[in-house]
Structure formats: C-alpha cells, structure tokens
T-cell receptor
Framework: GAVVSQHPSRVICKSGTSVKIECRSL??????MFWYRQFPKQSLMLMATSNEGSKATYEQGVEKDKFLINHASLTLSTLTVTSAHPEDSSFYICSARRGAGNYGYTFGSGTRLTVV | GENVEQHPSTLSVQEGDSAVIKCTYS??????FPWYKQELGKRPQLIID?????GEKKDQRIAVTLNKTAKHFSLHITETQPEDSAVYFCAASTEGKSTFGDGTTLTVKP
C-alpha cells in the first residue's frame, strides 16, 4: 500500500517553456503533499507544502509564481515550472503523507527535468 | 527552523562489517525521525523510522537509536552487503514537515 505515482519521469524542455509534473497517491488519500528538489549529489530541499483545497505554503527563497502548485483533489498534486531556465534543471520529487500526524512519507519516483 | 547535520558524508566499509551514520537536529519539537535509502537515479525509500517516545528500534540488520536529550540519532547497519551501497538520508520531522540531512554515501566493498 501507500503508492505514489509521479509523471513524467524525465522531461527535456526549452528555455522559456513550462513543464507540469503530476504526483498521485494511488491507494490512499493524501491530505498533504510535499515537493522537493534535489540537485546532483545534494540533499532533498523542501520547496513547498501542498494542502488539498488550499494554497500551497512555499519555503523561503522559492518563487511561488515560478513554481505553481495545485492540489485540487486528495489524490493529485501538480507542480508547474513556469518559464523554465537551465538553472531549474534538477530532480523534482514529491512525497505524500497519509492522514494526520507524523508518518513516514511515501515518495514519488521523481522527475528529472533538463532545460536546454 | 530545523537544522539537521549528518555525518559522515562518505563511508566505505568491507562486506560484513558494520556501518554507523549519525545525525543531529536542532528543534526540540521534532518528534519523528525517518531514515531513507536512495539508490542512484531512484526515489528515496523509507528503511526505518523512530518516534520521539522510543529510544531504539531494530529491523533485522538495521537499527536506529535516538537520544532526545542530546538531539541526535543514529543508523546502524550490521553485516553489510554490497547491495547496501547507496546514499542514506536522515530526517527530522516537526508538524509533518521533514528536514533532511545532507546524505551519506555508503560503499560496501565485496
């Protein structure tokens, strides 16, 4: 149980275009989803917390107008990287928390974004 | 906010030896401490976790200890195998939000 599906797994886009990444909880309802970014050989850095039906909470230094997060249902959160630049190239990964309280998070499979 | 430090950044052991990775955290409100294993190009996988009301937890060759007073927790892997080679991340969680350590690259030499 507790499967999180993330698509696409890899995407290459041109500078200036937008890319949407989907994160779905397949067998549970995720009230909260988290979006992380991981640069090569670095740790996971939280970008934003996505709560179903409300606005996402962004971490300091993360541009909310550039990284649009939508959590329209209890099983789907999307991250849209708008006007992508080469420096946005990274590994983006979502995780979903099942229910309330502190539980282990289930991670999606990640999306490797390359902006050329 | 929470600050998590993880050591060492790299660790090389001989197959069959034990490996220990240590983390410290700063926020005394953190009450959940998971450990993740990430193989190259793959997602992090939860391997073990511990809550603040427990001092030690063991699952076969993996164990985690927590010292709340000192604000540190450790991952212990015994009888290491080549397939244990990966990057390991610790995390400290407060109010559902996790802060990760910088990771430890473990290499188990056959």
């Amino acid at each position: 149980g507790a499967v999180v599906s993330q698509h696409p797994s890899r995407v290459i886009c041109k500078s200036g275009t937008s890319v949407k990444i989907e994160c779905r909880s397949l067998d549970f309802q995720a009230t909260t989803m988290f979006w992380y970014r991981q640069f090569p050989k670095q740790s996971l850095m939280l970008m934003a917390t996505s709560n179903e039906g409300s606005k996402a909470t962004y971490e300091q230094g993360v541009e909310k107008d550039k990284f649009l997060i939508n959590h329209a249902s209890l099983t789907l959160s999307t991250l849209t990287v708008t006007s992508a630049h080469p420096e946005d190239s990274s590994f983006y990964i979502c995780s979903a928390r099942r229910g309330a309280g502190n539980y282990g998070y289930t991670f999606g499979s990640g999306t490797r974004l390359t902006v050329v | 906010g929470e600050n998590v430090e993880q050591h060492p950044s790299t660790l090389s052991v001989q197959e069959g030896d034990s490996a220990v990775i240590k983390c410290t955290y700063s926020d005394s409100a953190s009450n959940y401490f998971p450990w993740y294993k990430q193989e190259l190009g793959k997602r992090p996988q939860l391997i073990i976790d511990i809550r603040s009301n427990v001092g030690e937890k063991k699952d076969q060759r993996i164990a985690v200890t927590l010292n709340k007073t000192a604000k540190h927790f450790s991952l212990h892997i015994t009888e290491t195998q080549p397939e244990d080679s990966a990057v390991y991340f610790c995390a400290a969680s407060t109010e559902g939000k996790s802060t990760f350590g910088d990771g430890t690259t473990l290499t188990v030499k056959p």
